[in-house]
């Protein structure tokens, strides 16, 4: 396989800056209801559930979300590893840590977001965002045990935080035997995620 050009490394350079980009500005569009900036961020043809397409539906979608369920929202974004499939195609794990005014609650979050990213006409969007949460719950109410997504007036329920990735499930079904255990080489460069998910499927999310 040949080496990248100089030219492909500049681009790809720039292009995971501006694809790091791209969760700051969807934490910063959504907690200042900056509704136009927020669906700016995803291409014109964005899914909207099952059945509707476009920004126009994605923003009525997001409206009513944010002035039925919360009055004030913020979100930290962390970790973010992104890998590419081509020059225009990439994947990405970013972490967030989120606290919204839900009602008489303040409700902190742990999350994460498999993403999928997709450049159109020179610019990087979001093409899917799948959300996979560890726990949310009252501030003054740490979310020990079962079930850990604990809205006001919702039953408690499972949010997919280790769904996407076979390791936790093979970490507490193989204890050790006492023998030195084997170990893995390395990721392939840019196989990270790939490698971690082992070819599983993505899981299915409840719309909180």
Request: net charge neutral; hydrophobic share 40%; glycine share 6%.
């Amino acid at each position: 396989m040949s080496e990248p050009t100089l030219e492909a490394r500049l681009d790809r350079l720039e292009s995971l800056a501006e694809i790091r980009m791209l969760p700051a500005k969807y934490a910063l569009a959504l907690d200042m209801r900056d509704l136009d900036a927020w669906v700016g961020l995803f291409p014109e043809d964005v899914k909207v559930g099952k059945e509707q397409i476009g920004r126009a539906h994605l923003k009525a979608w997001i409206d009513d979300t944010l002035r039925l369920q919360f009055s004030t929202t913020s979100h930290h974004i962390g970790g973010h590893i992104i890998e590419f499939k081509d020059a225009d195609n990439a994947s990405g794990v970013v972490y967030s840590k989120n606290e919204h005014e839900a009602g008489p609650e303040w409700v902190i979050m742990q999350m994460l977001y498999w993403d999928d990213y997709q450049r159109i006409d020179g610019r990087w969007y979001f093409r899917r965002r799948l959300p996979c949460y560890l726990y949310a719950s009252d501030l003054n109410r740490p979310p020990i045990g079962e079930k850990k997504m604990r809205w006001p007036g919702r039953e408690p329920y499972d949010g997919s935080w280790h769904e996407l990735w076979p390791s936790w499930k093979t970490f507490w079904n193989n204890k050790p035997d006492g023998a030195l255990p084997e170990v893995a080489e390395p990721a392939p460069l840019g196989a990270f995620l790939e490698r971690m998910r082992s070819g599983s499927s993505a899981p299915r999310v409840r719309v909180r």
